[in-house]
């Protein structure tokens, strides 16, 4: 047994108001006035002087506004890496990503392709980047993915969706403001939070689950709980937590391994673009055998602050769509193994995973 050697954010503030401390922080990277910051924002903020205003651009720095309605491609990082090497005279002294999952995934992507040949697919899988990326800075505005502290970046590509996980792939800095959280839209906030509490129960009922994922997994589900069975999106006190639940989140499948939500949303996610967020809470609400508790309650939490999934997703699909869904929900080996074991094909087929899709 070999145990994973696995690379931790190496720097990170938290604190309401802690984004005003970028420029005092990425200061000492500047290489020299011609290799740039760029930063990638959502483009959600653009015209947001609040945020926006506080973006320290001296030299060549630039933002690139980027939007979120779509979840980060292959052939999106290779244009970005394209046009960032084009306008710039030199490399960048760093990438900054300000938004969700997405914005932090393409930065992520970003900062490796910069120092790694050829097209950006060729490094998906595991740890097939060679060369140390460029310093890149994560600063999410909504909670729950974990993208802000996991080794992996999430992309779709020529012929699927699988992440580049390495060690260069972790954000050198960390800024968590959970005050850049207050304005997301109760229901993304809602969709992208389960993301988090769902990451607990996969987590937490999985095969591979050990003390380190433990500890982080418990904090993380019981910061869930708070926010969302007694907390409220415009709480301070529960953006704080969410945000940190995000971090433990992320922490946790660090060491372990998400499950069936996660397989099964991979699959819409590929055939029917549909985002990472509201996938797993389509989903995980058809999970109740294989997480019972964590259904309940994520049924509970739905009803409080009503919510509704959109239905019916599924009802239009030829055969060939359910296909390759439960083509790809299937070859995540991993997520199955830790959800259902050794031997999770004894109990898991393309007919139960088909009868599972058509009830969504
Ligand atoms: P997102 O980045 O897709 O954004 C969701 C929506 O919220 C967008 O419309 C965005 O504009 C909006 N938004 C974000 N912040 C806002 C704010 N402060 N105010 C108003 N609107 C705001 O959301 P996400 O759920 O954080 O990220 C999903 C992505 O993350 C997917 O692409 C998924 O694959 C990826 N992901 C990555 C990892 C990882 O470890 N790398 C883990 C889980 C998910
Ligand atoms: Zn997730």
């Not at 992996?152 to 580049?164: A, E, H, N, Q, S």
């Not at 060690?167 to 109760?186: A, R």
């Not at 699909?317 to 083509?327: A, H, N, T």
Request: aromatic share 10%; charged share 20%.
């Amino acid at each position: 047994m070999t145990y994973k050697n696995f690379p931790m954010v190496p720097r990170v503030v938290f604190g309401r108001g802690s984004f005003n401390q970028l420029e005092e922080i990425i200061a000492s990277k500047r290489r020299n006035s011609v290799a740039p910051f760029i930063f990638f924002v959502d483009d959600v903020f653009k015209g947001n002087a609040w945020l926006t205003s506080r973006i320290p651009l001296t030299y060549d720095d630039r933002i690139i506004y980027i939007s979120a309605d779509e979840e980060p491609k292959t052939s999106q990082v290779d244009e970005l890496v394209e046009e960032i090497i084009l306008s710039s005279k030199e490399r960048p002294s760093g990438i900054i990503g300000i938004g969700g999952g997405t914005m932090m995934d393409l930065a992520k992507a970003v900062a490796i392709m910069l120092t790694n040949d050829g097209d950006t697919s060729q490094y998906q899988g595991w740890d097939l980047v060679k060369n140390p990326s460029v310093y890149h800075v994560g600063i999410p505005t909504i909670s729950g993915t974990g993208a802000e502290v996991s080794r992996t970046t999430v992309l779709t590509g020529p012929d699927r969706k699988l992440g580049i996980n390495s060690d260069y792939t972790t954000f050198d800095q960390v800024i968590l403001d959970p005050e850049l959280t207050k304005d997301v839209p109760k229901d993304q906030w809602f969709y992208t939070g389960m993301d988090c509490f769902i990451h607990c129960v996969e987590s937490l009922n999985g095969t591979y689950l050990n003390a380190f994922s433990q500890s982080y997994g418990e904090k993380a589900y019981d910061l869930c709980l708070e926010v969302f069975m007694n907390g409220d999106l415009n709480l301070k006190e529960s953006q704080d937590k969410l945000m940190m639940a995000s971090w433990h989140g992320g922490m946790s499948i660090a060491y372990s391994q998400v499950g069936v939500a996660h397989a099964m949303s991979y699959g819409l996610s590929y055939l029917l673009g549909v985002k990472h967020g509201i996938g797993n809470c389509i989903v995980f609400d058809h999970l109740s055998e294989f997480y019972p508790n964590g259904v309940k309650t994520f049924k509970a939490m739905k009803k409080k602050h009503g919510i509704e999934l959109p239905t019916g997703i599924c009802a239009q699909l030829s055969d060939e769509d359910f296909d390759i869904m439960i083509d790809v929900a299937l070859s995540l080996e991993p997520l199955w193994e830790n959800a259902l074991g050794k031997d999770w094909k004894k109990s898991i087929n393309p007919q139960k995973l088909k009868e599972l899709y058509q009830k969504m």
